[in-house]
């Protein structure tokens, strides 16, 4: 029986994919539950599997195609899959004796590992495993590779001396000026689209100010270890302490968490928080629903949970929607002063950067102190700068006593 694949149903803000890569290919048998093709988005990879044992029988999207939501993109005969293991179970060893090699269980492979197995044309089965289930990631196939070109580098004593011959053929000739040519993905050419649009559409600023760290950073060291044993495994970060402060001082200028629609300011009377994070293919937003309500832990457990998930392109298209208001951290990159750009519709975003030893002037005294520079850029046709400082200037004093943060005052 032939069954009909499709492109997953798309959500309303998503008009469209792209076939990434097709993982099998018209007369390969597949197993129910495996993947065959990812779909990319704006804002997600989206794998499709297989419905039911069988044959991929025909492949009506190449990849590069554009596809529309629930869109045919396949078909598969049912059974057939089964059929040939069968067959290939029933041959006498001796006449066939790789008939058994379809039969084994293949590797589950996360997207971007699949990406740099097939660009680099590596065998998925040869690469040991360390993600959840059994799941070969991205680290090891980087770390295979790498293993792979090491052991090739080093000198062979049984080896004869002609072997190393072809070597220097491969190295690219003195002076060569190479260049590739590589079409830009849509998640990376959405993101341009984003920024180019926010440059034009917004009346931006940016307003800064420096925070010293030494309260919170003692609070942590002092609590890290219980913390991480309460909260079974759970890391204290600084994520936490920013984003709970940025809660509070948002609830104080209700500006700073509005947008605007039209010739309307829609006022959120809640705090969802996007925390920007870095991926491969560029950088994703994954909301912190009703941050307010979350506790420091549960913070940085969702956060570090997206940072996973997004690293492995498993961030769902409904985690990234939305949000009221946007933190980043440039200061994991060694970045010690910036100017985030906004993330419309909303009208505001806080940049963290990099904790750096100071001299400050405490009480007429000169100390070294680890200091951060934040930075707020703000849609100035709804903030003014009034408000956009004295939220800023609340973010500071909310950190730099993090026990106001707790007592909310």
Known sequence: MSIDIKAPTFPESVADGTIATWHKKPGEAVARDELIVDIETDKVVLEVVAPADGVLSEVLKNAGDTVLSNELIARLEEGAGAAVKTAAAAAPVESAPAAAAPAAEQPKVAPAARKLIDEQGLDAAAIPATGKGGLVTKEDVVNYAARGKAEAAAPAAAAPAPAAAPAPAAAAEPGAREEKRVPMTRLRARIAERLLAASRDTAMLTTFNEVNMQPVMSL??????????VHNGTRL??????????????????AVNASIDGDDVVYHGYQDIGVAVSTDKG??????RDADELSVAQVESRIRDFGLRARDGKLTIDEMQGGTFTITNGGVFGSLMSTPILNPPQAAILGMHKIQDRPMAVDGKVEILPMMYLALSYDHRLIDGKEAVQFLVTIKDLLEDPARILLEV
């Not at 950088?283 to 912190?288: M, R, S």
């Open 283 to 288: 950088l994703v937003v994954p909301v912190l």
């Open 220 to 229: 942590r060291n002092q609590y890290k270890d219980l913390f991480e044993k």
């Open 237 to 254: 970060g600084f994520m936490g302490f920013f984003v709970k402060a940025a809660c509070e001082a948002l609830k104080r200028f209700p």
